[in-house]
């Protein structure tokens, strides 16, 4: 189980997150969903410690080994769609490009550079990008930007053969509705 125990993140007088708590499991799909500004990026920043909370702790994750999808693609315009996915991949593991494009929909576009792509294929590399690199946990920030309902259903039904915990942050309802848990947030600051 990860368990966020208390944790309180402030900036300068602004409380985003308020002594939150909650337990997610090891496995499965998990969403949070809330007015922009409520903590849920906040909140992925801790889970990855990229942010260190005020107050209280998270156990059960190691963030060295965790995966964050920011809300920028941070793509590598100078490398193709296959290129930027082998990037992130050991030298063992470079048979594997061809399985995370499919899995992002992009197995017809390996040699594409990101320019040449639209906002949701550039957004579903990024994605690939990030599952490729692995991890025991990986964290979603508004993934599906610009990416079609139905695609969204079939690359999150994708995301669950991964077996491991991945937490998201979303807007699309439709995507929080496919989720095996999620979490709406009326913040700020986020409680629980």
């Given at each position: 189980m990860i368990s966020i125990e208390?944790?309180?993140?402030?900036?300068?007088?602004?409380?985003?997150?308020?002594?939150?708590?909650l337990e997610l499991p090891h496995r499965g799909i998990t969403a949070f969903t809330g007015p922009s500004g409520c903590g849920k990026t906040t909140l992925l920043r801790v889970l990855a410690g990229l942010e260190k909370p005020k107050t209280g702790r998270v156990t059960g994750i190691d963030p060295k080994k965790t995966t964050i999808l920011f809300q920028e693609n941070r793509l590598l315009p100078w490398r193709t769609a296959a290129e930027n996915i082998a990037d992130v991949l050991p030298r063992e593991r470079l048979g594997e490009v061809p399985y995370w494009l499919a899995v992002a929909e992009l197995d017809g576009d390996p040699d594409t550079y990101p320019a040449a792509l639209s906002g949701g294929m550039a957004r579903r590399l990024a994605l690939a990008r990030a599952a490729a690199l692995g991890g025991d946990l990986l964290l979603l920030d508004e993934p599906f930007t610009g990416v079609d309902l139905r695609r969204r259903g079939r690359?999150?039904?994708?995301?669950?053969?991964?077996?491991?915990?991945?937490?998201?942050?979303?807007?699309?309802?439709?995507?929080?509705?496919?989720?095996?848990?999620?979490?709406?947030?009326?913040?700020?600051?986020?409680?629980?």
């Open positions: 208390d944790i309180s993140v402030s900036y300068g007088n602004k409380v985003v997150l308020d002594h939150f708590s690359i999150l039904e994708n995301l669950r053969q991964l077996d491991i915990p991945i937490i998201l942050v979303t807007h699309e309802k439709d995507v929080v509705a496919q989720c095996a848990r999620s979490f709406v947030f009326t913040g700020p600051p986020l409680r629980c």
